[in-house]
């Protein structure tokens, strides 16, 4: 075995194209339905929101889509991001268990989300645009689109889920010093913003509600589009750079992975790292893979939401898409892994879970960070919250591992670092933070209101 | 000329080796005294507070010091780091200049600073220390020890700079993370914290105070040793594995430094950088090597100090060296670098721009933070505000080549990032930050009390 603890792959196996699963799903993926027809939706539908080449890749069944020059080209600054052994975990945890950590904290974003945030401006910017409008949570997404737009001159509006804006006003510093202009939502700068603080002015605000507001304003704006940073099939496809050098790096590693574990909010890591390699399953390359989505049990879509149509965001002006949900008008509570508080679940991962192709399960916020300072004392790096998720999730495949006396190899995305939520660190070290109670009332009502088909 | 912009060496290219400058150096090192007798320093006298590895590396006048393999083991986690062109920084400054910057804050604590924290807890773990004590200004040196400490499983107490503490609590809070225990200083743990707070209870601390707490605590425990971030020779010899990757870099770019930037504090990343090409100077392997050392208008000790023994600390508990100081007993004002509010100068620093092989220079704190922000537009990295002042350095070199119509090279040490420090940014961008007063009336009161021989 290979005594390595990194492993690098030279800029020129940074992939040439992007991975799309929808080529290899055994049955298509279900239609996008027009809000207010409920018929399938058509290019013309989309191009308010979206450029031509973006729409084009969210319906596309290619296989393998060619990665722009100039986009390869940025991704040069980080990628191929490492492969991490955790040899000083395994030894804290006592586990026989291989633990191999891809690391995509090395972005200077700090997170997986300037993959698809650079490819998302490059094509706007190639197709006139003036303008991005986003919304995010924890702002991740939101600092990366920031980030993109800058490298492409343009400029870059976000709405900042209320609760992370107060949270996390580091992140927000850092999509300022980019040149972006933010705002917290609920904010007053919308009709849907001005309409949801007009029923509850103390909303701490959510994804959905943030969604609505960045499409409002882009719709409006003819020089403006709009920029989701998870959830959509073309924001997976991007994020499949990961996998694909994950590939190759556990093959530099002499290894084989036997468990993929990833945290989902909206699903965009999670398919970065897990798609290429269920690809090879589904085209029957390999058997024996176990993909394990970890999601935070005070929002958890995968685990106990129901899969069917609803809508992407709070005020019904996104299409219906098919996925786990627990109701468009579901308010997670204000835990600090803000990127995982989105009420849906990107199509194509709900899709490979319906069909048993991952497995769900949730952890809670203390089970999390536990696992995030564990994993910071043992190898340095300090996850974001939402990837704690992931490395508790890790963490009990290590253990079970242990118990079990078999050595697996685990493979886990940590999707980003926690540089800008230390304050969620200092408040869980002081015994601060708690577990949310499972809002079943919430999630009952917000499910009660899915619309009919 | 090489399109490329990032350069990087594989991990077998980690030195195998720290250089020593002092073999070099035309002059042998002034003698440190002892600070009772004024007498040379023994191996006694410096035993309570370091090992004997640290000690014998401190007066060593090898060239070449072997790096040990476990050190090594644990530099592969992030080292080589990489060197990057930074042709969008380029384009926005419309400079014939080629600007490369060596990027240290891919480390897991963010800055050069693990380089020597690391091989300093290998060392005193390995001659069967407990507890590392030490100081911190802005945190980087704290958080790397703490970080180190835990790898080695060794305590880790910290004395953070009061200012700091309060300006910096994501800093404090990844200390804690990493488990370590951290105090404001002055604080009332100590006989030399209760005398300053005496004297100013509303101090805000200094270097040179948090050194004397430090040194105090360390030499009442016989588990315990102190630990040092900058300013003695084996911190600097530690820091030697970054210039000796960015010659291997530059050389693979294809390119000479015609000029190396860094920033001085205490000084150990610009010497980090610039000794290994000084050694070439040094050894007639090369010419035409300009080195600028940029350090911040309100702690301007290589500028405007004198060069003459000194203490290291406020209290006088540390040996006196001869080196550029504006006055053991100056407090400088508390601007957001933290990391460079230090009354000293390393010694070895001092004496190579006291030789003429390189020359000072100071940066207010808007242009380096207007400086910072330009980089992190252009680049995506948003630096530490220690680092802002280097670029602002190299900033001002690449104007210089517009302006005379030359192409030169210049190579920047961006030290560390910023991700901790983002409430300067905020401030700045808000119009709250302002420049320091040269503190002239300060500054001559303490080089009046300086040591007279």
Redesign the interface.
Known sequence: MNK???F?L??SEIPQTWYNIAADLHQAPPPVLHPGTHQPITHADLAPLFPEAIIAQEVSMERNIAIPEPVR?IY??WRPSPL?RAR?LERALDTPARIYYKYEG?S???SHKPNSAIAQAYYNKAEGVKLLVTETGAGQWGSSLA?AC??FGLDCKIFMVRVSYNQK??R???M????ATVSASPSHETAVGCAMLAKDPDSTGSLGMAISEAVEVAAQNPDAKYALGSVLNHVLLHQTVIGQEALKQMEMAGDTADVIVACTGGGSNFAGIAFPFLGQVLRGERTGLRVVAVEPSACPSLTRGHYAYDYGDTAHLTPLTKMHTLGSTFVPPGFHAGGLRYHGMAPLVSQVVAEGLAEATTVSQLESFAAG?QF??A????PAPEANHAVAGAIREALRCKEEGISRSILVNVSG?G??D??A??DF?AGKLSNYDYPAEEIAMALAGLPQF
Chains 1, 2 share one sequence.
């Not at 300022?176 to 040149?179: A, I, K, N, S, Y």
């Not at 190898?379 to 300090?382: A, C, K």
């Open positions: 390595q603890i990194k690098l030279p800029e080209e040069k600054q991490f000083r090395v200077p974003a700090g980030m800058n490298f006003p580091y927000r510093a850092l300022e010093t980019f040149g300072v910071a004392r190898e340095g790096i300090v670092h540089h800008f230390m304050q660190y200092t070290m």
